[in-house]
């Protein structure tokens, strides 16, 4: 009922955006492979095709996406395509076959080659058509960027898109009251800590972290972990910059699930163009490193599931639990004082409550950019117009994305406190990770009866 409010394309999460990336991590452990990735290429084309009449039959349906985020897609378009022997897919490739120790040096080159006539007659032009394609769709564009509430049927398409995405069986009345009280509990933590007069600045500013090298952080994590989460074989990764020339269009950091067949490669992604500081770097690997996902990947690998468990994810899950890491990593052996690590934890959650809240406002209740950046100013002291523009747009785009984490953290997190509270001293954090863990990915609605078979056993347990 739904099929054209699906968005391929975006400046952040589209397809545009991400493909680059998943090219230049394809990889070769055969001749097969490097002919197939060479196939891929040639593709390009017809599959830039088949996504622009997608756009167009969403323009005709009354649903393109608004005119700035198109403008901010075809820019990216248009600016990939670059000179052939500096272009980053280049280098990727040759590094790539560097490493193929069953091709000869005269095969190597002969593949650079084709590499660099593909790139140059199908990867650039395809990009250079879509650009040209989605230019002609501006005019079928919504000048003013709106939610998902003032599409026909939007609220009820969003209300599909929050269950399935979340995976959390509550109603969106539910989840905003879960999202408010959580929120006004981390505030009022936060509140009473300043009115007990616990610096917030000066600790935080003068206290100096483990590391600034993201290899050494991830070193640090994995021994950090080893109290509260189960142990898991050693896992291999590797750190990697995002290309300059994609900087702009991608997250701050992302971690990428390996292949299915080689579970030890394992990388995350680093975008230098945000510029992290040391806390921020340190609670971003905790996120995509340990406890989150490369640490929650290896996990599920050890498992040895059943091979339909890896086409069957629940986002909430997956997402809720990078979130969860992320934030438990205030609790670490970090360099910070006591007092101040849960005042840090509760003003990074308190953040993506607020996104995760303006999500259901925005797609849910129709809040205009007007009525958000209003909000903002008077609830949240936002001075700054074009940051809230930036909230907004960013919200706009990615239509429940933001509920995905946070919601997905609170599920986490609500079943710990009842864990905490049933169990009192009984309580383990290793045995509920591990509980939450074995879940391998799914939905809350599923989760929730074994949580309360587990609890059950906990209780009884001596």
Known sequence: DFYYFQEPLGPTLGIQAQLPILLSEYVFRSEHDVNDYLSLLSQLPEYFAALTAFEQQKAEAGLCMNAESLEKVIAQCRNFPATVKTHFLTASFEERLAGC?????DQKITYEIQNQKL???SVFPAYEQLSADLEALLADCPEEPLGLAYAPDGASYFQW???YETGTSRTVAEIRNLLEEQISSDYETILQAVQNGVNLL???????LPSTEPGQILLYLSNEIQKDFPAVPDITWQIKNVPDSLASTLSPAFFLTPPLDIPQENTIYINPSYEPDEKELLTTLAHEGYPGHLYQSAY????????VRRLLACGGYNEGWGLYSELYAYSFDNGLPEAVKPLMRCSEASSYGLYAL??????YDGWDLAT??????NSYGFTDPESAREIYLAIIDNPGNYLKYYTGYL???TMRQEAEEVLGNKFNAKSFHQFILNMDGASFRVIKPYFQTWLMTEKLHV
């Open 101 to 105: 120790s069953f091709l000869t040096s």
């Open 119 to 121: 790139l140059n007659q």
């Open 161 to 163: 898109l929050l269950t």
């Open 202 to 208: 000066h600790p935080v500013q003068e206290t100096p």
């Open 300 to 307: 599920f690998n050890d498992r040895e599931p059943v091979p």
């Open 358 to 363: 303006l999500d259901i406002c925005i797609h």
């Open 372 to 377: 958000t950046t209003s909000y903002l100013e």
């Open 411 to 413: 599920e986490i997190l």
